[in-house]
């Protein structure tokens, strides 16, 4: 009796010996693997690639969902990713701040390229987060002076686009020197990136009111818009009406007060110009303007200016370009059908089956590169940041601008939901068909 007992404690104090002791750590991928903080770097890297927090967080998913981790809840923000991991006690959530600078155009593809790897092949998630810090850190293949090209090239492709006149092109070309070399050294100040679009502005509307305007005879909102283009938040704003369509409250609702709060600072720097230079806008221009071909040579430019300022990825001009032609000539055509101010929803509605459609080729580059030029074309930053500027100038039919503005982005937006819905639904048909499962998120 006395051994059995004796056994017994014996028995008890290795079991507690034994709980005492530390798990060993998992070297799978398993719930104690590395997935989270993958999920995590990946989505903050996702959301300075310039994607909707509704794609971001669908993407992410899907990632989850092919290692196995539906333990894992995933909450996606405009500047942070938080990650929950339901599978230790207590619960752990991580977050990670997304990068303030944005993405260039070759790491977005990047980025891209390894999320598709990801979900094909399943491989560590420690490889894929070198990936994604690899294409994050990467530099760019161009250099200081073909950046600056390269703005001046999209300056006066804007130009023809939004403005096509022949005296106005000079001062494009001028200007867009100017602003890229600002953009291009400025930015690596801490104390003037602060002000810089402000400061911006202002240099270049008291550039044109004081030297261009008389020798020009154009507005001088108009004259000046084009090269404020990488200030101008229209991709921020397309985002943010993408997100509130979507039901993402928070996300779109903070996104669009960025970008109305970026369009004052550069309206008040374009007013503040006017004030000093003592010239008011001009409410029509006296200019002729160019030929129907004009927008047409603005679009190449504009895919030329891209592939060098914003260091697109290798053998992708002619992509972009297409990309640009189609949601141009979409633009026209919902011109025609539906009138100017829901131009942009058919614009959007085509150019995204357009851009996935070629995107599935393997000598085309991710769609979000594509994606990204399109949607910059279909301006409404620009219009927006007119509008504004008039209202704050006194200048008469300025609410109506902004009106239309807004109109357009809602435009946009719901065409942008319509066509990533017919495209997924033709890949879901196209999969049904061979017979695949559909994957979570898809």
């Keep these: 009796m006395v051994t059995g007992m004796a056994g017994l404690r014996a028995r008890l104090r290795g079991v507690v010996s034994a709980l005492r002791q530390p798990a060993p750590e998992s070297t799978d991928d398993g ?9 995590g770097d990946l989505g903050a890297t996702l959301l300075a690639a310039s994607q909707a927090t509704s794609d971001v967080q669908r993407t992410l998913e899907r990632i989850a969902a092919a290692y196995g981790r539906t333990d894992i809840r995933i909450f996606v923000l405009p500047t942070l990713v938080l990650v929950e991991d339901l599978s230790t006690t207590p619960t752990q959530t991580s977050i990670f701040p997304a990068p303030s600078a944005a993405l260039r155009l070759d790491q977005a593809g990047a980025v891209d390229h390894t999320v598709r790897r990801a979900l094909a092949e399943r491989p560590d998630p420690a490889s894929v987060a070198a990936e994604v810090e690899a294409a994050r850190t990467s530099p760019s293949r161009f250099g200081a002076a073909l950046g600056i090209f390269g703005y001046t090239l999209l300056t006066v492709g804007f130009g023809l686009v939004l403005n096509p006149t022949a005296s106005a092109l000079p001062v494009y070309v001028i200007l867009g020197v100017v602003v890229g070399t600002i953009v291009r050294f400025g930015s690596r100040f801490p104390t003037l990136s602060l002000i810089l679009p402000v400061a911006t502005a202002f240099a270049v509307t008291l550039m044109v009111a004081v030297l261009a ?53 550069l309206a008040f720097g374009v007013y503040a110009g006017l004030l000093v230079a003592g010239e008011p806008p001009s409410p029509s221009s006296n200019a002729d303007p160019l030929g129907v071909w004009a927008p047409w040579v603005g679009i190449a430019l504009v895919s030329l200016g891209y592939y060098l300022y914003s260091t697109a990825p290798k053998h992708s001009l002619v992509w972009i370009l297409y990309a640009l032609v189609v949601a141009y000539s979409a633009q026209l055509l919902g011109h025609l059908l539906v009138g100017a101010e829901l131009s942009g929803l058919i614009g959007a509605l085509i150019v995204v089956p357009a851009v996935r459609l070629v995107a599935l080729l393997r000598i085309a580059p991710p769609p979000a590169v594509m994606l990204t030029c399109a949607y910059w074309l279909l301006v409404p930053g620009a219009m927006g940041f007119i509008g504004i500027s008039e209202a704050a100038s006194g200048t008469a ?3 109506s601008t902004i009106l239309s503005t807004f109109g357009s982005l809602l435009a946009i937006a719901i065409g942008m939901m319509l066509g990533a819905g017919l495209s997924r639904d033709a890949v879901a048909m196209a999969r049904g068909w061979r017979g695949e499962t559909p994957t979570r998120g898809t």
């Design 213 to 265: 305007r008389p020798i020009v005879h154009d507005d001088v909102l108009r004259l000046v818009a084009p090269s404020l283009l990488s200030f101008l938040p229209g991709l921020t704003l397309t985002i943010a009406a993408v997100e509130l369509t979507a039901g993402q409250v928070i996300a779109g609702a903070s996104r669009m007060v960025y970008g109305i709060a970026r369009l004052g600072l």
């Design 397 to 399: 039919g300025a609410s």
């Design 31 to 39: 719930p104690t693997g590395s997935v989270p903080d993958l999920l």
